[in-house]
Structures are given as structure tokens and as C-alpha cells.
């Protein structure tokens, strides 16, 4: 089976790099923009009729959300637009989309999990973009999977791990917002989630949107508090509300997915976030 995987430099596409050696079976194509701009609709198209992909998994997205604000044109570029182009040449050439979308979809008002079917009210320019993305492969897609995750770290790319390692270790006393509440999630988690789903995943004959994080629940101000700790560093973090941190962009104060329908139907169990933030921690690259 061919994969093209894009966006393969960010944090999710070079964990699948880093997996892809354990799954013989599979011809991995991976490309970034260097290699592959997902605008361009008829590079695009090329590529896939050179490369024949049964599976499409799409890494690439635009995730600055506070600097998404200012850079609404090619934030929908990347998000929305390069979506409806993969969108609809799935359905042209006979391969299945697997989309990463985000618990950011939701307004965070509830006071329980968010379910596949609980209606999106996104709040923020990279939110509304991330939404429209999934409203496009609705029209546009035959077999498609969207699996919405959260908080999602990596030792590769940038991310709140690596923001609080440099804070911690250059000023040694921090505050953290402690009233957002969600679950972090290790990309490399996410990846082989996927690729153990796989079987399944080459099979679809339609649409379907799937929930997956870590399992547990945090604050920021819990994660923060964790990736020291297990990091070994001396810093003091302060709890402060979402009202003294102002940022461009509104987020969900909760935003926990449900992941029933996952396990129902992958069958697979979840790691901890705890347990998964200290193997991501005893990799080399922070």
C-alpha cells in the first residue's frame, strides 16, 4: 500500500518518519512544502497520478493560533483550501483522506466531553479554518477519516513542551493558565494510532470523524507543572486565570474529547498523558 504523508517535517508527520521502519508493508511517500504544495491543486494532482497513494494522511496545517489572527488569507490557504483540494481528488482518483483536525472546533462550554456529534461552534481564525476544512471534505470527500485530537506535543517542531522547558530553565519562575482545561497529546501516540488503524482506515466507504488524545485530563497549569517535574528542572509555576493571560485568539476553557467511538471501533487501547509526556521527555531533542 502507498501513504503519502504531508506535511512530514511538523510534529506528526516526522513521528510517522520515525515509526514508518515498523510498518514493512506500507510504501511511505513523505513530503512538505518543499517537496509538495498542497494549494497548488494541479501540482497536486500530478504528484498523485505519479505516486498512485491509496491513503492520503494530511500533517500539513497551519498552527500559530494567536499569529492566526493577523494571517486569516493564508491560514484558510493552508487549512481549508489545500483540503478541499486533496478533498476532492480523493474522490477523483480513488484514495482515502485521513485529515488531523482539533478539539479547538468546539466553543469549550460543555461540562463533559465533546462527542464526534456534538455540533462545532469555532471561536477563533484558526479554529473557524480547521472546521470549514472538515465542512469541505463533507462535499468533497467519498472515503475520508478526520480524527480530531488536542493539545498535541511532539519532541519534534514547536510546542507547549518545548516552550515551558526554554521558560522554565531561563527564568525559573513562570505562570501558567490553569483554568483551560483538555488533555495533552503525544503526536507520536497519534501516529501510531493511525497506522495500527490502517487496515481499517483502507477500507472506508465513506465519512467518518473519530475523537483521540491521550487518555486523562489536565489544565495547562497541570502540564506545565508535569514537564518539569519529570524534566527535573527547578522552576515555581503560578496558576492564573484565562482573564490575566490575554492572547489574539479566544480558546475553548474545555475542550476533552471523547474517545469511546475510537476504541469501540479501532479497538485499541490509549496511553496516559502522564506516561506519554515521560517518554517524550527521554528523547534527545529538547
Known amino acids: 500500500m502507498n501513504i503519502l504523508i504531508t506535511g512530514s517535517n511538523g510534529q506528526l508527520g516526522s513521528e510517522f518518519k520515525d515509526l514508518s521502519s515498523k510498518y514493512k508493508d506500507y510504501n511511505f511517500i513523505f513530503t512538505d512544502i518543499d517537496t509538495l504544495d498542497i494549494i497548488n491543486y494541479d501540482k497536486v494532482e500530478q504528484f498523485i497520478k505519479k505516486n498512485k497513494p491509496e491513503v492520503v494522511i494530511n500533517c500539513a496545517a497551519y498552527t ?8 486569516r488569507e493564508v491560514v484558510y490557504k493552508i487549512n481549508t483550501d489545500a483540503v478541499r483540494n486533496l478533498a476532492e481528488l480523493s474522490s477523483k482518483h480513488k484514495f482515502v483522506l485521513v485529515q488531523i483536525s482539533t478539539d479547538y472546533i468546539f466553543e469549550g462550554l460543555n461540562h463533559k466531553p465533546y462527542t464526534e456529534n456534538d455540533t462545532p461552534n469555532p471561536k477563533s481564525i484558526y479554529a473557524k479554518s480547521k472546521h470549514e476544512a472538515e465542512i469541505e471534505m463533507v462535499f468533497n470527500s467519498k472515503r475520508a477519516v ?6 498535541l506535543y511532539s519532541s519534534y517542531g514547536h510546542n507547549f513542551v518545548k516552550t515551558i522547558i526554554k521558560l522554565a530553565k531561563e527564568k525559573g519562575k513562570i505562570d501558567v493558565v490553569c483554568d483551560q482545561i483538555g488533555t495533552p497529546t503525544y503526536a507520536a501516540d497519534l501516529a501510531f494510532a493511525i497506522l495500527e488503524a490502517m ?3 483502507a477500507k472506508a466507504t465513506s465519512l467518518e470523524a473519530y475523537n483521540f488524545s491521550n487518555e486523562g485530563v489536565a489544565s495547562w497549569y497541570d502540564f506545565a507543572k508535569a514537564i518539569v517535574e519529570l524534566s527535573g528542572i527547578k522552576c515555581t509555576i503560578t496558576p492564573i486565570e484565562t482573564k ?3 492572547t489574539e485568539a479566544q480558546r475553548p476553557l474545555y475542550s476533552v474529547l ?11 487501547e490509549i496511553p496516559y498523558w502522564r506516561d506519554s509526556l515521560s517518554v517524550c521527555l527521554k528523547k534527545n531533542n529538547f
Do not use: G
Not at 258 to 268: A, L
Open 244 to 246: 490575566d493571560y490575554r
Open 64 to 71: 500559530a493560533v494567536d499569529k492566526a489572527e493577523k494571517e
Open 199 to 201: 487496515p481499517q482506515i
Open 258 to 268: 471523547n474517545k469511546t467511538k475510537f476504541k469501540k471501533f479501532f479497538k485499541q
Open 146 to 151: 478526520i480524527f480530531r485530537t488536542s493539545w
